[in-house]
């Protein structure tokens, strides 16, 4: 898809965890949704907690589990910042981010995913790195990857 392109979309899927890359991918999906009937839908994945495989001696302790009041906490304060008229709706689901990302697309029939390139953290920008990597690979609809440069923000 072109900067300029104008297709109008039904239903945008948007993934959050509360990243800057995922900022940036919310604030692209509401771009895509003004000035039309678009619906959007935030999804976040409370995944079980995982270890890294080398040197995971050394980050017990570090990874905690994520609770359901800290997710739905992240998807109000996300939905709060979609301008009025645009519909929102937010969903918690649990499991693996790839996998619930690919079944919500299937179940919802969304015609778009707009999600962030990288996560929070080391470990978590790894895992989403290979999350946004996967639901490209299989997604039946077009995905949007939004990057974005922190040391550009930063400064």
């Not at 898809?1 to 965890?17: C, E, F, K, Q």
């Not at 935030?42 to 050394?58: C, D, F, I, W």
């Not at 918690?92 to 778009?112: C, F, N, P, Y």
């Amino acid at each position: 898809m072109s900067a300029g392109d104008t297709t109008t979309y039904r239903s945008i899927l948007v993934p959050l965890d509360g990243s800057a890359h995922a900022a940036a991918a919310l604030e692209r999906a509401i771009a895509l949704a003004k000035d039309s009937c678009t619906w959007i839908t935030l999804l976040h994945v409370v995944e079980p907690p995982q270890l890294p495989p080398v040197g995971a001696a050394y980050v017990v302790g570090l990874v905690s589990p994520e609770t359901d009041e800290q997710a739905e906490a992240l998807l109000e304060s996300a939905a709060a910042n979609v301008p009025e008229g645009i519909p929102v709706a937010t969903i918690v689901r649990h499991g693996r981010a790839a996998d619930e990302i690919l079944q919500r697309i299937d179940a919802a029939q969304h015609d778009l995913v707009v999600m962030g390139s990288r996560g929070r953290g080391p470990f978590r920008s790894l895992v989403l790195g290979s999350v946004s990597r996967a639901v490209h690979q299989h997604s039946a609809v077009p995905v949007i990857t939004v990057h974005v440069d922190l040391r550009a923000r930063a400064a």
